[in-house]
């Protein structure tokens, strides 16, 4: 009966047209799934045969040469303070492996050493080793997993020593660095009091990212997007990145610097951002500067989130239907860090972890440590355990290229490399830049109190940008009057920045490109029309759970899932919330919108309930059936697992969701309250992302929430701190530009409804949802087809359709999970003279429906506000405001009493509560 419905359906629906995507996708296999492509293996050789024979020939040469490329990073000349005590080397002793330096013995060094010296004896091959390692660029790469990483990176380290940059590319470099210091100079005389985080010391960042661009368009890359701390950030804005520097006055002048009419409240000079077309010697690069909060290293995972959405969008590496493309061909990411910070954050770890996970592979990120040796005031070895700051991004079994920052031709090259591996590999890759900061944590702090010897050195000595010209002039190199001639015309220029920034309007930077078209939410509720014809519902049911001929479920499986289900469409039974969600997702992927779902076990779900991905029982290959809904398919659900993590995890799930408005991003936690392990994304991104940066996201956030006896950290996903970070007003009606939308359905139609309406509006803004546990499964938590068809939508408030308005005396309030044991209540003990109706939304608080729930019930003396929350917990200290400011209504509290933990872990003090808060909440 199906089946003719079904192609009646997909006749209807005009497609446009897709290159076909493997009509059978698994995950452990080689075709894989949308989303993830399995790497091809490639067979490691040992190399030509002369190189295997002079090895072999030269043991002991070739374990000295091992030990320079494993320990000769100990002995580089990388600290440009000089401060740094020299570290026993044992390991680079010649004696240590019968070598004598005395041996005039001509050694041939083919496959030994890769550089322009062929032969030589000990003496002049450990004087050349010495050269490579040991000088102001050095390396970690031993670690690395595969031979054929390490004999690559040791071979284009060593060759890499025989770069050298024409006399153009020095004074492009020599310009540069003096651009970012004449912006420090100018900005120190013009705003002496503000806080501007220099580059000073640290100029050469500047030469690596001019490199970064430049190895860029050689390597055909599209777009480059970077995340940066405080640090040098105004200098590469208003620098490589054209920010306008008038509008970066106008901003330190104290006045706004977002655009007119815009609804914004904007964020400090620090974190300013920018996104700009860039022409790199005849060919533009797209380069774009994510915002960052002051918690150092957050942006770490957004910015992975944001290149991963870039990469969808431009079906990039695993989006891309051309088997031969690789993960990053379009799109590089480059994260900046403070040396303090890497060490100490744990987002760090995070990050690494989910670095080369299927579904969050980027291809390779490029990082740079600006390693000032100190953090606010903490040196470096009060601030890790470690050797180097670095060492966490060996984790990975990632290259760690040290560098010494007063070297910009150094930094350059260790750039190149850089680029040269991630490359090559697709894999991150780390540049140490060991440099020094001039002033303290910023320009008005002192760092002489707690650092007085290092800054005895910094205070007497010459700059970065100044050193350069001078070597530069030493060299023959006429430099110096060009330089003063750029200073010039900049400060020119800057200063007439100054004189028109107070009418420096801002241009329209956000709502641009893929987000053409979307609009600022209205400062009034809107409601939106999401239901679906009821055929196509049905076709999107079945095809759930439909799975090709060759694939063998689990048997349990078969019967309780795929089977129930299609019993349960063609008997036109009520649908559960897995069903809901699957139809939602399925209608979205039909209208062309794309589908994420991340979390951890998100594939099964934590209750078994979802089983998007199954997986055959014979041979463990994964099939998602919604991605084979029809032919030519342009809209693809992608199902990622994710590790064990919540910072790095929701940060890049926020990341991909400001990347394009047509995808909706969806993370779900294992349990409500686990989302707390990423606190500091919630707060800092997404929260609070568009009032201050004017960033929209459609993030959705499924939170597991209810009191069903699982003790202190399984209960509650803790709702009261959603509202308390959200813009609701207590003395004014709410509209729809609230910051985040916070709810608590309580039918699966209404998941549904929610679902499709994050994606039919012309505005984005983060759902919270308290989701099911309970009510997964629950009898009466069910929905009809007719729910979810057309002329439906979600409904802020449900009301009581069970009882006789005029007889009721008593209207309890509530939410969630909470109403179906209350109406149980109700039916077992015949209170018809209580009405129950549901709280569906809470942000934007519904204020005009509650007041037409209020006028249906004449009689009413008595109201309560019920929750299966404690007093200090859930939605009471949010709503009760609200009804006696806005609906008119003075509420009684009914629900637990305050507690320092989120529930009791005692069963029989649990159905005590339970039982209390059911009978209080109908007593007079």
């Not at 080689?30 to 072999?56: F, K, L």
């Not at 004449?182 to 002496?192: P, Q, V």
């Not at 641009?512 to 679906?532: D, I, L, N």
Request: hydrophobic share 35%; charged share 20%; aromatic share 10%.
């Amino acid at each position: 009966m199906l089946s003719c419905v079904l192609k009646q359906v997909v006749r209807q629906r005009p497609c446009r047209h897709l290159p076909a995507m493997p009509a059978v996708a698994f995950y452990h296999s080689d075709n894989g799934v949308y989303g993830y492509r399995p790497a091809a293996w490639t067979e490691q050789t040992s190399g030509a045969r002369a190189v295997t024979e002079n090895r072999i020939c030269y043991p002991s040469l070739m374990q000295l040469v091992t030990a320079y490329r494993e320990h000769g990073h100990k002995k580089a000349k990388i600290d440009p303070l000089g401060r740094q005590k020299p570290r026993p080397t044992p390991e680079l002793d010649p004696a240590m492996y019968g070598i004598s330096l005395t041996d005039n013995k001509v050694f041939e060094l083919e496959g030994i050493v890769n550089s322009t010296m062929k032969s030589g004896n000990m003496e002049d091959i450990v004087s050349h080793l010495e050269s490579l390692y040991c000088d102001q660029m050095s390396a970690e790469f031993m670690h690395l997993t595969t031979m054929e990483e390490r004999e690559w990176f040791a071979e284009k380290f060593e060759e890499s020593r025989t770069w050298t940059l024409s006399d153009d590319e020095k004074k492009s470099l020599a310009l540069t660095l003096a651009e970012s210091q004449a912006f420090d100079n100018f900005l120190a005389a013009k705003f002496g009091t503000i806080k501007r985080y220099s580059g000073e010391g640290a100029e050469s960042m500047m030469g690596f990212f001019q490199e970064v661009f430049k190895q860029a368009v050689q390597d055909n890359l599209e777009e480059v997007h970077i995340g940066m701390p405080h640090r040098a950030r105004l200098n590469l804005l208003t620098g490589l990145l054209k920010y306008p520097a008038t509008l970066m006055f106008k901003k330190m002048k104290g006045l706004p610097e977002f655009p007119q009419g815009a609804v914004c409240s904007g964020d400090v000079l620090s974190h300013l951002y920018n996104s700009v077309d860039l022409d790199v010697n005849g060919k533009q690069l797209h380069v774009s500067m994510i915002p960052n909060p002051s918690h150092l290293e957050a942006c770490t995972s957004v910015l992975s989130g944001k290149v991963r959405g870039r990469q969808q969008s431009l079906k990039d590496g695993d989006y891309c239907t051309d088997v031969s493309a690789r993960v990053g061909d379009k799109v590089l990411g480059v994260q900046v860090h403070g040396d303090a910070s890497f060490t100490a954050q744990g987002i760090i770890q995070e990050n690494f972890a989910i670095a080369e996970v299927p579904h969050f592979n980027i291809g390779g990120t490029l990082h740079l440590i600006v390693n000032n040796q100190l953090g606010f005031t903490t040196p470096g070895e009060r601030g890790r355990s470690s050797l180097y700051c670095s060492d966490i991004g060996k984790m990975n079994g990632n290259p760690v290229i040290h560098v010494n920052g007063d070297n910009p031709e150094e930094v350059v090259r260790a750039c190149r490399l850089a680029m040269e591996y991630r490359q090559h590999f697709r894999k991150d890759v780390l540049v140490d830049l060991q440099c020094w900061r001039k002033w303290g944590h910023n320009e008005i702090d002192d760092p002489s109190f707690t650092n007085p010897s290092m800054y005895s050195i910094i205070n007497n000595r010459t700059s970065v940008p100044d050193l350069y010209v001078q070597k530069l002039t030493d060299d023959g190199l006429t430099i110096k009057e060009e330089v003063n001639d750029k200073v010039t015309t900049l400060q020119v220029d800057w200063n007439e920045g100054l004189k028109t920034m107070d009418t420096y309007q801002a241009y329209h930077y956000h709502l641009r490109r893929r987000w053409k078209g979307f609009v600022q939410a209205p400062s009034h509720v809107t409601a939106w029309e999401t239901g679906v014809q009821s055929d196509l519902l049905r076709y999107i049911g079945a095809k759930s759970v439909e799975i090709p001929s060759d694939f063998v479920p689990h048997p349990h499986l078969k019967k309780t899932f795929l089977q129930s289900r299609l019993r349960k469409l063609e008997e036109g039974k009520p649908l559960d919330w897995a069903t809901a969600e699957a139809m939602a997702f399925g209608s979205l992927l039909y209208e062309g919108f794309n589908v994420r779902i991340c979390g951890q076990d998100v594939g099964r779900g934590t209750f078994s309930q979802r089983h998007a991905m199954l997986i055959d029982n014979q041979t463990d290959a994964m099939y998602i059936p919604l991605n084979n809904i029809m032919p030519q398919q342009t809209g693809f659900y992608e199902v990622a697992n994710s590790p064990l993590s919540e910072e790095a995890v929701l940060g890049f799930e926020y990341g991909m969701s400001i990347e394009n408005p047509n995808n909706l991003i969806i993370w779900e936690a294992q349990f409500g309250d686990f989302y707390n392990g990423a606190q500091i994304i919630i707060d800092t991104f997404v929260t609070s992302g568009e009032v201050k940066w004017l960033l929209q996201s459609g993030l959705v956030m499924l939170l597991p929430h209810g009191y069903d006896g699982a003790g202190p950290e399984h209960s509650s996903c803790h709702i009261e701190r959603f509202l308390q970070l959200c813009d609701s007003k207590e003395h004014d009606i709410d509209g729809d530009d609230v910051n985040t939308q916070i709810v608590h359905p309580t039918t699966p139609a209404q998941y549904f409804h929610l679902l499709r309406r994050q994606m039919v509006r012309n505005y984005r803004k983060p759902l919270i949802v308290a989701g099911p546990k309970v009510m997964l499964r629950l009898p009466a938590a069910v929905s009809n087809l007719a729910d979810m068809g057309p002329g439906t939508s979600f409904q802020p408030v449900i009301p009581d359709s069970a009882v006789d308005p005029n007889r009721v005396d008593r209207v309890v309030f509530c939410c969630g999970k909470h109403y179906y044991a209350l109406a149980k209540e109700r039916e077992d003990k015949q209170l018809f003279n209580t009405a129950l109706i549901r709280v569906e939304e809470l942000c934007p608080f519904p204020t005009a429906l509650l007041q037409e729930q209020l006028n249906k019930y004449p009689n009413a003396k008595a109201y309560v506000w019920s929750q299966e929350e404690h007093t200090n917990m859930g939605p009471w200290f949010f709503v009760n405001p609200r009804f006696n400011n806005l609906v008119g209504c003075k509420l009684s509290y009914v629900g637990r009493g305050p507690l320092g933990t989120a529930a009791a872990g005692v069963g029989q003090v649990h159905q005590q509560e339970v039982k209390q808060v059911l009978q209080q909440t109908f007593q007079g």
